[in-house]
């Protein structure tokens, strides 16, 4: 049992001990406290304090010399945890009063009317809002560097042939710049995720107080504007017990999360051997410890994993939330930790995928052969009968059929194919065929708009440089 555990006695809570004989039993200290956790959020909870304080000021609620007191010392308190970290004290139970119990110490009863006209309930409400926001904000520059990463591989790539899947059964020719383009698509939607969560959230819950505002003449604009919220929340029931906004941070990560699993999941069948496409940047694999021969993609299998935990957060508040009744309640003190795990891991997630796609070395040799040899260019020959023979496009299939398995049968690839072979499993075909059985006159050919023609590809990239606002 650790220290803390320690029954601290009779001795009543300082700051809600009035009507209790005695002090909280150990579990109860224990279960209570929130400190190790969210001391994460000093810097907003000071951040939103000076806020409170300077309008208490301006409103003439408190006096202009403990507005002062309480600025100055919220700012020492600000330079002491940047130097010496937050303190952890059960008995303090959470960064509120943490805060305030050393602003006591610090400035004497003036640190009492910080507390006026305000309550943890739209404090911590207030408090996590600002963290979430920062943290999209850092999330947000962060998916800009990995959509950097995967413009600049697209682009060295525009041109290099693989094989598009479907059912992971080679499908048609595709080029790996298309293919990455397709992570950069996904990877806006998530930014774009992130910056509607941050909008919607841009609403102050501080003077709700508890749940029903306050009679003092708070202005609830002021603070709003000085934390940098578009407006004040408009119901207090609502504001103290609305937890939303970390709900919809964490579905924001969730399906970021989900995305980044699935580029590492084709970054871990690339490596495997059979497929050789891609070779991992060492600093971001690992070795066996008995099989010498072995570059595990750790990292991107890591990322495949995490998702799962993110997911998990994003469930995890969700139940949390879904019975309670308003307004606040306590089971929402453990709305923090989820979001802190998911931000974390994500945050992690997006660097590894970042250095994945920048410094892996793709084997475009292998992606074309593969191509080649996957008979990928099929629906070209049928569409060729179609178009220049006039053949259904279900007999043209057919007879496409019987060209994939004299191919494979010779082991070569559909190009390949001398003109009298084709021509024995069907007269109507004459060499101008071999014009549409390539793999890059395949490709050049899908020249619709979002399609995988090296220039659609390229028109695609200048576009998505431009909305990233870079010079072209
Ligand atoms: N530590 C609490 C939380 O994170 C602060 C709010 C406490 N409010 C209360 N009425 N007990 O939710």
Same mark, same amino acid.
């Given at each position: 049992?650790?220290?803390?555990?320690?029954?601290?006695?009779?001795?009543?809570?300082?700051?809600?001990?009035? &009507?209790?004989?005695?002090?909280?039993?150990?579990?109860?200290?224990?279960?209570?406290?929130?400190?190790?956790?969210?001391?994460?959020?000093?810097? %907003?909870?000071?951040?939103?304090?000076?806020?409170?304080?300077?309008?208490?000021?301006?409103?003439?609620?408190?006096?202009?010399?403990?507005?002062?007191?309480?600025?100055?010392?919220?700012?020492?308190?600000?330079?002491?945890?940047?130097?010496?970290?937050?303190?952890?004290?059960?008995?303090?139970?959470?960064?509120?009063?943490? +805060?305030?119990?050393?602003?006591?110490?610090?400035?004497?009863?003036?640190?009492?009317?910080?507390?006026?006209?305000?309550?943890?309930?739209?404090?911590?409400?207030?408090?996590?809002?600002?963290?979430?926001?920062?943290?999209?904000?850092?999330?947000?520059?962060?998916?800009?560097?990995?959509?950097?990463?995967?413009?600049?591989q697209?682009?060295a790539h525009a041109d290099s042939i693989m094989p598009g899947?479907?059912?992971?059964?080679t499908? %048609?020719p595709v080029t790996l710049g298309h293919h990455l383009?397709?992570?950069?698509?996904?990877?806006?939607?998530?930014?774009?995720?992130?910056?509607?969560?941050?909008? !919607? #959230?841009?609403?102050?819950?501080?003077?709700?107080?508890? #749940?029903?505002?306050?009679?003092?003449?708070?202005? &609830?604009?002021?603070?709003?504007?000085?934390?940098?919220?578009?407006?004040?929340?408009?119901?207090?029931?609502?504001?103290?017990?609305?937890?939303?906004?970390?709900?919809?941070?964490?579905?924001?990560?969730?399906?970021?999360?989900?995305?980044?699993? &699935?580029?590492?999941?084709?970054f871990?069948i690339w490596a495997s051997q059979p497929f050789g496409f891609v070779r991992m940047?060492?600093?971001?694999?690992?070795?066996?410890?008995?099989?010498?021969?072995?570059?595990?993609?750790?990292?991107?299998?890591?990322? !495949?994993?995490?998702?799962?935990?993110?997911?998990?957060?994003?469930?995890?508040?969700?139940?949390?939330?879904?019975?309670?009744?308003?307004?606040?309640?306590?089971?929402?003190?453990?709305?923090?930790?989820? +979001?802190?795990?998911?931000?974390? #891991?994500?945050? #992690?997630?997006?660097?590894?995928?970042?250095?994945?796609?920048?410094?892996s070395s793709f084997n475009t040799a292998r992606m074309r052969q593969a191509a080649e040899l996957g008979y990928a260019t099929?629906?070209?020959?049928?569409?060729?009968?179609?178009?220049?023979?006039? +053949?259904?496009?279900?007999?043209?299939?057919?007879?496409?059929?019987?060209?994939?398995?004299?191919?494979?049968?010779?082991g070569v690839a559909?190009d390949q194919?001398?003109?009298? +072979?084709?021509?024995?499993?069907?007269?109507?075909?004459?060499?101008?065929?071999?014009?549409?059985?390539s793999v890059d006159a395949s490709v050049?050919?899908?020249?619709?708009?979002?399609?995988?023609?090296p220039?659609?590809?390229?028109? %695609?990239?200048?576009?998505?440089?431009?909305?990233?606002?870079?010079?072209?």
């Amino acid at each position: 049992m650790s220290d803390k555990r320690k029954d601290t006695g009779t001795s009543s809570n300082q700051m809600w001990g009035g &009507r209790f004989a005695e002090g909280p039993s150990a579990i109860m200290r224990e279960i209570n406290a929130s400190i190790p956790f969210d001391k994460a959020l000093w810097r %907003q909870d000071i951040a939103a304090s000076k806020a409170h304080a300077q309008m208490l000021g301006t409103q003439g609620i408190i006096s202009e010399a403990d507005c002062e007191a309480i600025i100055g010392g919220l700012g020492q308190i600000a330079d002491e945890y940047t130097r010496d970290g937050v303190p952890e004290d059960w008995d303090l139970e959470d960064i509120h009063m943490t +805060v305030e119990a050393r602003l006591t110490e610090l400035i004497g009863p003036a640190a009492g009317r910080l507390h006026t006209a305000r309550s943890r309930n739209d404090q911590v409400a207030t408090d996590f809002r600002l963290w979430v926001r920062d943290t999209i904000d850092q999330t947000e520059a962060l998916l800009a560097q990995l959509q950097l990463a995967l413009l600049s591989q697209a682009e060295a790539h525009a041109d290099s042939i693989m094989p598009g899947f479907t059912h992971l059964q080679t499908a %048609q020719p595709v080029t790996l710049g298309h293919h990455l383009m397709a992570y950069f698509e996904m990877i806006e939607r998530d930014r774009n995720r992130f910056n509607d969560a941050r909008t !919607r #959230l841009s609403m102050s819950p501080l003077g709700s107080a508890a #749940l029903a505002g306050t009679g003092f003449p708070i202005d &609830r604009d002021m603070t709003a504007k000085a934390l940098g919220f578009a407006a004040p929340t408009r119901n207090s029931l609502d504001a103290v017990s609305d937890r939303d906004f970390a709900l919809d941070i964490l579905m924001a990560a969730s399906q970021c999360a989900l995305h980044l699993s &699935r580029l590492a999941e084709e970054f871990i069948i690339w490596a495997s051997q059979p497929f050789g496409f891609v070779r991992m940047a060492d600093s971001l694999s690992t070795g066996s410890s008995i099989m010498p021969q072995k570059k595990n993609p750790d990292a991107a299998e890591l990322v !495949r994993g995490h998702t799962g935990r993110i997911i998990g957060c994003a469930t995890s508040l969700m139940i949390t939330m879904k019975g309670l009744p308003l307004a606040y309640s306590k089971d929402m003190q453990d709305d923090k930790p989820p +979001v802190f795990e998911a931000a974390g #891991l994500l945050e #992690l997630c997006i660097a590894a995928m970042t250095g994945m796609v920048a410094d892996s070395s793709f084997n475009t040799a292998r992606m074309r052969q593969a191509a080649e040899l996957g008979y990928a260019t099929a629906t070209d020959l049928a569409d060729w009968l179609v178009r220049e023979a006039d +053949v259904p496009f279900r007999e043209a299939h057919h007879i496409t059929g019987a060209a994939v398995k004299r191919a494979e049968a010779d082991g070569v690839a559909l190009d390949q194919l001398p003109l009298s +072979v084709l021509q024995e499993i069907d007269s109507r075909i004459d060499d101008r065929v071999f014009g549409a059985l390539s793999v890059d006159a395949s490709v050049a050919s899908r020249n619709s708009y979002g399609g995988t023609a090296p220039d659609q590809v390229k028109a %695609q990239i200048a576009a998505a440089k431009e909305r990233m606002g870079m010079k072209q």
